[in-house]
């Protein structure tokens, strides 16, 4: 029979679900079914997915009774996020919104309250869309990926996490269960900017960018995008450029050249390719901009 792509609401398969409540049990049924198995978090991905029939899993691993995933802390260093935790939460916490504003901007420019609700950090990571919002902000932030499995657990730091679209180096067999994300340096400024075709869309192109001057030269810049790569990307080149510089017209028009040969953005059905590029420097200079204002000014 045709399946009907349109009429979204039936899952037209039959699936096991489970629904551990420790991280121990949740691994032996993930390594006893392998890639038969997916993880549901908040679902907001993986059952579009399963409706669509792009993926047909066999077995459900419910994971938001489990405790440790649910964890969120900060402590001297930093904010450690359990991957369960759902962006709403993470919206509403002031100690977030204070420490990492950065993050908060993110999610707050996320999908509605209803998919707030619902979705988790860890499932926008560990779906890699290129555009994921959180991915973009944590990138600039140096998160580093916590994973467990089988043969015990990891920290890996985010940039490597994500190997392309739809893809990270999570074996079927492993969790992500949170992420670690270190406070940005004392007084440095930070912006999130996303530009969609509606509020409620995935990103055409966004940016997140951590900037710190001293005695106006930078002395400390991370710069990450969405949706110019079939990954989430640092721009590693431009910010080793502008580390150690004044902030001048001149070295802002220079680092905007560099945005095209540091990207590779494809067409699709939310903007061309040669849109992305044009609309990335826009957004690189207005988040630069934004985040010097937020960290006092071109003289601090
Ligand atoms: C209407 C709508 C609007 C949206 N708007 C945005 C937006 O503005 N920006 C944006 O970035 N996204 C957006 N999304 C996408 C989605 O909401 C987010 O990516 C969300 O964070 C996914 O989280 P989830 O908990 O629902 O993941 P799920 O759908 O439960 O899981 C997503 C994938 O990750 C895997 N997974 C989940 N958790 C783990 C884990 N801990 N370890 C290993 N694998 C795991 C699942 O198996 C699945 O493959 C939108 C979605 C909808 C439906």
Do not use: W
Not at 222 to 231: D, H, Y
Not at 279 to 296: F, P, W
């Amino acid at each position: 029979m045709e399946i009907n792509r349109v009429n979204t609401r039936i899952i037209p398969f039959r699936f096991e679900y489970h629904s551990p409540s420790s991280l121990g049990e949740a691994l032996t049924i993930l390594s006893r079914y392998g890639s038969e198995a997916r993880i549901l978090a908040g679902g907001t991905d993986l059952l579009v997915d399963m409706k669509q029939r792009l993926i047909e899993p066999r077995h459900l691993v419910d994971i938001k009774r489990i405790p440790e995933l649910k964890l969120l802390g900060g402590d001297a260093g930093g904010f450690m996020i359990g991957s369960a935790v759902r962006l709403r939460e993470l919206e509403r916490s002031e100690a977030i919104k204070g420490r990492l504003p950065l993050l908060h901007e993110a999610i707050s420019s996320m999908g509605s309250v209803q998919v707030r609700n619902m979705a988790t950090l860890g499932g926008n990571l560990c779906r890699a869309s290129p555009s994921a919002d959180a991915a973009v902000a944590l990138l600039a932030l140096e998160a580093e990926a916590l994973i467990a499995g089988p043969t015990g657990t990891k920290k890996v730091p985010l940039e490597g996490f994500f190997l392309g679209p739809r893809a990270t180096l999570l074996r079927p067999d492993e969790i992500l269960t949170g992420v670690y994300v270190p406070y940005p340096p004392e007084g440095a400024g930070s912006a999130f900017i996303k530009l969609g075709r509606t509020s409620l869309d995935l990103a055409i192109v966004n940016i997140a960018v951590v900037l710190k001057l001293r005695g106006g030269i930078v002395e400390h810049c991370r710069i990450a995008m969405g949706a110019v790569a079939p990954k989430p990307l640092r721009l590693r080149n431009i910010e080793s450029f502008l580390s150690g510089r004044g902030l001048t017209p001149e070295a802002l028009e220079e680092a905007l050249g560099m945005v095209e040969a540091s990207i590779k953005p494809i067409t699709d059905i939310r903007a061309t390719a040669d849109y992305r590029r044009e609309v990335s420097k826009v957004l690189l200079r207005d988040a630069i901009k934004t985040a010097v204002e937020r960290c006092g000014g071109l003289g601090s």
